[in-house]
């Protein structure tokens, strides 16, 4: 399975989803004029990694802020982990943002994923 490597920009987020490496991770602000657009290529691969994952995926999120078009598509995307054996997402916040903490937690309640809400 190909890398999937988008380099982060001041509206939209660095993703890196690498199977060979173990390295899923999606950081940073997430402001993309089309977030369907900008977020379909990372469905698409995580549909296709869902056929043949490793024993063990932990996939990493940091986002420092996203917008309402956006958090439709982090859902999307964590719904996609659902069909992921061995999938659990890590959701990172800053420690002074209280928006970042409970939106992980919101969406923690949205999907039947193993979920870690943690402080960075």
């Not at 939209?12 to 004029?33: A, H, M, Q």
């Not at 420092?64 to 990172?92: H, M, P, Q, R």
């Amino acid at each position: 399975m190909n890398r999937l490597e988008i380099a982060g920009t001041e509206d939209t987020p660095k993703v890196i989803l690498d199977k060979n490496e173990g390295l899923f991770e999606i950081s940073g602000r997430s402001l993309p004029e089309d977030a369907a657009e900008f977020y379909h290529p990372i469905i698409t691969w995580l549909e296709g990694y869902s056929k043949a994952p490793n024993t063990d995926t932990a996939i990493q999120i940091k986002l420092e802020y996203f917008n309402t078009a956006s958090s439709k598509l982090i859902l999307d995307v964590l719904t996609k982990c659902e069909k992921i054996t061995g999938a659990k997402v890590l959701w990172f916040f800053s420690e002074d943002d209280e928006d970042m903490q409970e939106a992980g937690e919101e969406f923690s309640e949205l999907v039947e994923v193993p979920f870690e809400v943690k402080q960075y």
